[in-house]
């Protein structure tokens, strides 16, 4: 219901989009004062935590090493 919320995650998903990280597209999305809603593409594939059962030692290593890549082009 607040506004201000939805309002921040839109502006940093934009900030993360232009560092290009991987972000969804935004649909549709309303800010009003009490009653607000982001709408987001459907993205494809399967929730990570359905994934790392199946995954070998070394896909987890990659994986881990993507997201730290990823994390290292955000700075504060």
């Known amino acids: 219901t607040d506004s201000r919320l939805i309002k921040g995650m839109l502006n940093n998903l934009s900030i993360l989009g232009k560092l290009g990280l991987p972000?969804?597209?935004v649909v549709l999305s309303r800010l009003e004062a009490?009653?607000?809603?982001v709408l987001f593409e459907q993205i494809p594939g399967r929730d990570l935590r359905y994934e790392l059962p199946s995954m070998s030692p070394a896909q987890m290593s990659l994986l881990a090493q993507q997201i730290v890549n990823f994390q290292g082009l955000v700075v504060w």
Not at 34 to 37: C, D, E, K, R, V
């Open 34 to 37: 009490g009653y607000s809603f």
């Open 23 to 25: 972000v969804p597209e």
